[in-house]
C-alpha cells in the first residue's frame, strides 16, 4: 500500500534525446509527488513535484505527467544533456497525523552520452 | 543559507561495533529526518522528528539503532552492534514545516561494516 514501482533502473539516453522514467503508487491518500536527483556523493535534491490535483508540471526541460486513474506518474527530460546523468528517485508523500511521510521508489540511473 | 551537515562523511567499522553519525539540519527547520540507502535502492525512512519529538520510528530497528534529537537542533543516530548488513549510506534530511514539503538533504554519511 505504501509501495512506490519506479523503472527502469538504467536508462541510457543520446545527448538531445528525451529521457522518461515512470512511477506507479496504490495508495490514493498520497498527497504530492516529488522528484529527486542525485548525483555521486551527494544527498538527493527536489528537482520537480506535483499535486494530484494536476495532469502536468513543467519546469524548463523538466516535466511530471499525472495520470490519476492509472495511479501513475512519469519525469520527462526534453533535450537530455550529459550534465543530467545522475540517479531520479521519484516519491510519494501523505500527511499522517499532522506529519509528512515519504516514500522514495528505486530509483533509476541515467546515463546520457554525448 | 548553510545545508544540512552530516560529518564524519565515511567510516569503516568491524561488525559489533559502534558508530555514531551526528547531522545538523538547515536553521529553523522543525522537521529532521534519517534515512538508510542500501547501495542500488531509494532512501528508506529510519526515524523522524519534529521539534526534540519523534513523530515516526516504526522502520528504525530499535534493538541496536537509537537516535536523538536535543533541545530540537542536531542530531545523533548511532548503531550497537552494528551488523554486516548495516552497510550503507545514512542520510540526515530536514524540512521548514509549511506549505512546502520540500527535504533538504545533507550528502550523507557512507558506513562499511566489514
Known amino acids: 500500500q505504501q509501495q512506490v514501482k519506479q523503472s527502469p533502473q538504467s536508462l541510457i539516453v543520446q545527448k538531445g534525446g528525451i529521457s522518461i522514467i515512470n512511477c506507479a503508487y496504490e495508495n490514493t491518500a498520497f498527497d504530492y509527488f516529488p522528484w529527486y536527483q542525485q548525483f555521486p556523493g551527494k544527498g538527493p535534491a527536489l528537482l520537480i513535484a506535483i499535486r494530484p490535483d494536476v495532469s502536468e508540471k513543467k519546469e524548463g526541460r523538466f516535466t511530471i505527467s499525472f495520470n490519476k486513474s492509472a495511479k501513475q506518474f512519469s519525469l520527462h527530460i526534453m533535450d537530455s544533456q550529459p550534465g543530467d546523468s545522475a540517479t531520479y528517485f521519484c516519491?510519494?508523500?501523505?500527511?499522517?497525523?499532522?506529519?509528512?511521510?515519504?516514500?522514495f521508489g528505486t530509483g533509476t540511473k541515467l546515463q546520457v552520452i554525448p | 543559507e548553510a545545508g544540512v551537515a552530516q560529518s564524519p562523511r565515511y567510516k569503516i567499522i568491524e561488525k559489533r561495533q559502534s558508530v555514531a553519525f551526528w547531522c545538523n539540519p538547515i536553521?529553523?527547520?522543525?522537521?529532521l529526518y534519517w534515512y538508510q540507502q542500501i547501495l542500488g535502492q531509494g532512501p528508506k525512512l529510519l526515524i523522524q522528528f519534529q521539534n526534540n519529538g519523534v513523530v515516526d520510528d516504526s522502520q528504525l530497528p530499535k534493538d541496536r539503532f537509537s537516535a536523538e534529537r536535543l533541545k530540537g537542533v542536531d542530531s545523533t543516530l548511532k548503531i550497537q552492534p552494528a551488523k554486516l548488513e548495516d552497510s550503507a549510506v545514512y542520510l540526515c534530511a530536514s524540512r521548514y514545516v509549511g506549505y512546502s514539503y520540500e527535504q533538504y538533504f545533507g550528502p550523507g554519511t557512507r558506513l562499511t561494516v566489514t
Open positions: 516519491a510519494a508523500s501523505i500527511e499522517q497525523g499532522g506529519y509528512q511521510k515519504v516514500t
Open positions: 536553521s529553523g527547520h522543525a522537521t
